[in-house]
């Protein structure tokens, strides 16, 4: 278990927090965030490799927040792996083994570890020729032998190829499911987390925007930011009324009345139809706009499409066949239907007040 | 025909001439003495301790800045602190000071008119004429190159590695030991080279503050202001011998582009 409480720390240039967070024993959470967010500060600070400015940090409830990284019993693997390049893969991974107290049964421990993440036959390697997904197993054997309480994992998955992202994602999936380690997970890819993680806090700008389950943070994003975050590309201020919001001269109906305090509507860019403008205007749905395409993205299987209705410009995001198909070309005049439950309504400054309460689970 | 490349032509013909102007005097200087010329010098006793006095003290040097160069240069290399930049200058002094006065700030500082001269005094250390205010002349003159040198090898070794190190359980010592010594132990190595080079080049700072007993450079000069070129000439082509081993295992060691 790990708790952090109104941690603040203080570098030239950022300040982070106050953050306060909790990961329940045998959780996989994760925290997101773009870069520069302040994630992998938090990280360090729980690892006790930076300085904390003001706040306290328990792992297990033990209180760490002034203990050296070598008394915290963590295990961290970095984007990098960070393998100690003058040791061989076995020196890497007994690398802590000596400063744990040994039971009988830690050989057989590392053994059957080695042996789970497939290094058996690497163990005599030098780690410098390996590949990204064998150095990456290489980190996690080396974190996990020296049984820690809980596991840091910065942008585990970030540096890799892609078929050994996939990989290594199972690996960890696997892995977490197995032993019930308490893992903490910084990433920006928000795909990643969604695959891995049960819970997740958001970060923006040294603070926590949003705090809840995956789907959650997903479904409802509280903040524009997060919004953004979680790939809602079309996000804009908007003036309410009730069950309808006006978003400059577009009059969009939500099907619902909301909050006073809601400030800015978002769509994905895959909720958002579109039709041949006659046949569109003819089936006479709410929420649907006259719009002409603008530019066209190729992105393989997707194609992301910009459409111009009134002075607001939507991004959709559409399959290649069908827009081949029907002729969806630039400056091609079209309608644009969004279904109202699809809108999804937040306030500007959510802060951290997602979902009070959602972190003492467990 | 093909068009003569002026500017490829200035630089091919500026390389051969500095390379010229490298070599030739250094070619020159170990042609002239004869093979029996050498051979005498060498018998002599005089020579023989000059050169080994030379040797141990520049030794000597390197040793004094790798015991309290090395955790130095570590933390330039790791932390941030105010007044860093001043401290990084401090280092650079005495590589532009003039040696004549390097030799007589030091003598300033042992003199009996210093508190700090008087203390060694009665501690019964010796600055002026003695072994120990050469190896000081030359510690002195040998430290900003062993510092950077370290500090730059310490740069290179990612302060992840010891982040993971100390997450496994090791200490601040243990981790000092088991990842980055091994990761920077070259760059010590070539620190420690370079500082002995400087040191044994080191003439003017040397014969202020100890004439005698005589490293090779002050008895090269003694013998050819009393006895002129053909005398000091072969004690040079020694000299020269002792720095280009030392060239040559800088050039064995030499970092490089090797992998961390």
Same mark, same amino acid.
């Given at each position: 278990?790990?708790?952090?409480?109104?941690?603040?720390?203080?570098?030239?240039?950022?300040?982070?927090?106050?953050?306060?967070?909790?990961?329940?024993?045998?959780?996989?959470?994760?925290?997101?965030?773009?870069?520069?967010?302040?994630?992998?500060? !938090?990280?360090?600070?729980?690892?006790?490799?930076?300085?904390?400015?003001?706040?306290?940090?328990?792992?297990?409830?033990?209180?760490?927040?002034?203990?050296?990284?070598?008394?915290?019993?963590?295990?961290?693997?970095?984007?990098?792996?960070?393998?100690?390049?003058?040791?061989?893969?076995?020196?890497? !991974?007994?690398?802590?083994?000596?400063?744990?107290?040994?039971?009988?049964?830690?050989?057989?421990?590392?053994?059957?570890?080695?042996?789970?993440?497939?290094?058996?036959?690497?163990?005599?390697?030098?780690?410098?020729?390996?590949?990204?997904?064998?150095?990456?197993?290489?980190?996690?054997?080396?974190?996990?032998?020296?049984?820690?309480?809980?596991?840091?994992?910065?942008?585990?998955?970030?540096?890799?190829?892609?078929?050994?992202?996939?990989?290594?994602?199972?690996?960890?999936?696997?892995?977490?499911?197995?032993?019930?380690?308490?893992?903490?997970?910084?990433?920006?890819?928000?795909?990643?987390?969604?695959?891995?993680?049960?819970?997740?806090?958001?970060?923006?700008?040294?603070?926590?925007?949003?705090?809840?389950?995956?789907?959650?943070?997903?479904?409802?994003?509280?903040?524009?930011?997060?919004?953004?975050?979680?790939?809602?590309?079309?996000?804009?201020?908007?003036?309410?009324?009730?069950?309808?919001?006006?978003?400059?001269?577009?009059?969009?109906?939500?099907?619902?009345?909301?909050?006073?305090?809601?400030?800015?509507? *978002?769509?994905?860019?895959?909720?958002?139809?579109?039709?041949?403008?006659?046949?569109?205007?003819?089936?006479? &749905?709410?929420?649907?706009?006259?719009?002409?395409?603008?530019?066209?993205?190729?992105?393989?299987?997707?194609?992301?499409?910009?459409?111009?209705?009134?002075?607001?410009?939507?991004?959709?995001?559409?399959?290649?066949?069908?827009?081949? &198909?029907?002729?969806?070309?630039?400056?091609?005049?079209?309608?644009?239907?969004?279904? &109202?439950?699809?809108?999804?309504?937040?306030?500007?400054? *959510?802060?951290?007040?997602?979902?009070?309460?959602?972190?003492?689970?467990? | 025909?093909?068009?003569?490349?002026?500017?490829?032509?200035?630089?091919?013909?500026?390389?051969?001439?500095?390379?010229?102007?490298?070599?030739?005097?250094?070619?020159?200087?170990?042609?002239?003495?004869?093979?029996?010329?050498?051979?005498?010098?060498?018998?002599?006793?005089?020579?023989?301790?000059?050169?080994?006095?030379?040797?141990?003290?520049?030794?000597?040097?390197?040793?004094?800045?790798?015991?309290?160069?090395?955790?130095?240069?570590?933390?330039?290399?790791?932390?941030?602190?105010?007044?860093?930049?001043?401290?990084?200058?401090?280092?650079?002094?005495?590589?532009?000071?003039?040696?004549?006065?390097?030799?007589?700030?030091?003598?300033?500082?042992?003199?009996?008119?210093?508190?700090?001269?008087?203390?060694?005094?009665?501690?019964?250390?010796?600055?002026?004429?003695?072994?120990? $205010?050469?190896?000081?002349?030359?510690?002195?003159?040998?430290?900003?190159?062993?510092?950077?040198?370290?500090?730059?090898?310490?740069?290179?070794?990612?302060?992840?590695?010891?982040?993971?190190?100390?997450?496994? $359980?090791?200490?601040?010592?243990?981790?000092?030991?088991?990842?980055?010594?091994?990761?920077?132990?070259?760059?010590?190595?070539? $620190?420690?080279?370079?500082?002995?080079?400087?040191?044994?080049?080191?003439?003017?700072?040397?014969?202020?503050?100890?004439?005698?007993?005589?490293?090779?450079?002050?008895?090269?000069?003694?013998?050819?202001?009393?006895?002129?070129?053909?005398?000091?000439?072969?004690?040079?082509?020694?000299?020269?011998?002792?720095?280009?081993?030392?060239?040559?295992?800088?050039?064995?060691?030499?970092?490089?582009?090797?992998?961390?």
């Amino acid at each position: 278990m790990i708790q952090v409480e109104d941690l603040v720390i203080r570098l030239p240039g950022f300040t982070l927090g106050a953050v306060s967070f909790q990961v329940a024993a045998g959780e996989f959470f994760t925290l997101l965030g773009p870069t520069g967010a302040g994630k992998t500060l !938090i990280l360090e600070a729980i690892a006790g490799m930076v300085p904390v400015h003001a706040g306290r940090i328990r792992i297990g409830g033990r209180d760490v927040t002034r203990l050296p990284p070598e008394q915290r019993r963590i295990g961290i693997v970095y984007q990098d792996q960070a393998l100690f390049p003058h040791l061989s893969v076995r020196e890497n !991974i007994r690398f802590g083994l000596r400063y744990r107290s040994r039971s009988a049964d830690s050989e057989t421990n590392i053994g059957r570890l080695i042996e789970r993440l497939g290094l058996t036959r690497l163990v005599h390697r030098g780690v410098v020729n390996l590949s990204g997904g064998e150095r990456q197993r290489v980190a996690l054997a080396r974190a996990l032998a020296v049984a820690p309480d809980i596991l840091l994992l910065d942008e585990p998955l970030s540096a890799l190829d892609p078929n050994f992202r996939e990989e290594i994602r199972d690996l960890l999936k696997k892995l977490h499911q197995d032993s019930g380690l308490t893992v903490l997970m910084v990433t920006h890819d928000f795909a990643e987390a969604h695959f891995l993680a049960a819970r997740a806090a958001v970060l923006g700008s040294g603070r926590i925007e949003q705090m809840g389950s995956m789907a959650d943070v997903f479904h409802h994003p509280a903040s524009p930011a997060v919004a953004a975050f979680v790939g809602m590309k079309n996000i804009f201020p908007a003036r309410f009324d009730r069950d309808r919001a006006a978003v400059g001269s577009v009059t969009l109906c939500l099907g619902r009345p909301v909050a006073d305090t809601a400030s800015h509507v *978002a769509v994905r860019p895959e909720d958002i139809h579109l039709h041949g403008e006659a046949a569109g205007r003819a089936d006479g &749905a709410v929420n649907g706009f006259s719009g002409q395409v603008g530019r066209i993205d190729h992105q393989g299987v997707f194609c992301e499409v910009r459409v111009r209705c009134q002075g607001l410009v939507w991004q959709t995001l559409l399959p290649t066949g069908r827009v081949l &198909a029907e002729g969806i070309v630039e400056g091609a005049r079209v309608w644009l239907r969004v279904d &109202a439950e699809k809108i999804h309504v937040m306030c500007a400054d *959510a802060g951290a007040g997602g979902s009070p309460g959602a972190g003492s689970r467990g | 025909m093909r068009r003569i490349d002026v500017f490829h032509l200035l630089a091919v013909v500026s390389t051969l001439l500095v390379v010229g102007f490298i070599l030739l005097p250094l070619v020159e200087m170990i042609r002239q003495p004869t093979a029996a010329d050498l051979k005498n010098s060498l018998a002599d006793a005089d020579v023989r301790r000059a050169i080994r006095l030379s040797i141990t003290t520049s030794g000597g040097a390197a040793l004094i800045a790798f015991v309290f160069g090395t955790p130095f240069a570590y933390l330039l290399a790791r932390r941030d602190f105010p007044g860093k930049r001043f401290v990084e200058s401090v280092v650079d002094l005495p590589i532009m000071i003039p040696h004549p006065v390097i030799g007589i700030a030091i003598l300033s500082l042992a003199g009996r008119e210093h508190w700090i001269g008087r203390m060694a005094a009665e501690l019964g250390i010796r600055v002026m004429g003695s072994v120990t $205010g050469i190896v000081i002349v030359l510690t002195f003159v040998g430290l900003p190159f062993y510092i950077n040198t370290v500090k730059n090898g310490f740069e290179a070794v990612p302060v992840r590695l010891e982040n993971v190190s100390r997450s496994l $359980g090791a200490g601040a010592f243990a981790t000092f030991f088991r990842v980055t010594f091994p990761l920077a132990w070259r760059s010590i190595v070539v $620190g420690m080279i370079l500082c002995t080079a400087r040191a044994v080049s080191e003439f003017g700072a040397v014969v202020i503050v100890a004439y005698h007993p005589m490293i090779a450079p002050v008895m090269i000069y003694e013998r050819f202001t009393a006895y002129g070129l053909r005398y000091s000439q072969p004690v040079a082509v020694w000299l020269i011998f002792v720095c280009l081993v030392l060239f040559l295992m800088l050039r064995w060691l030499n970092p490089g582009r090797r992998r961390v």
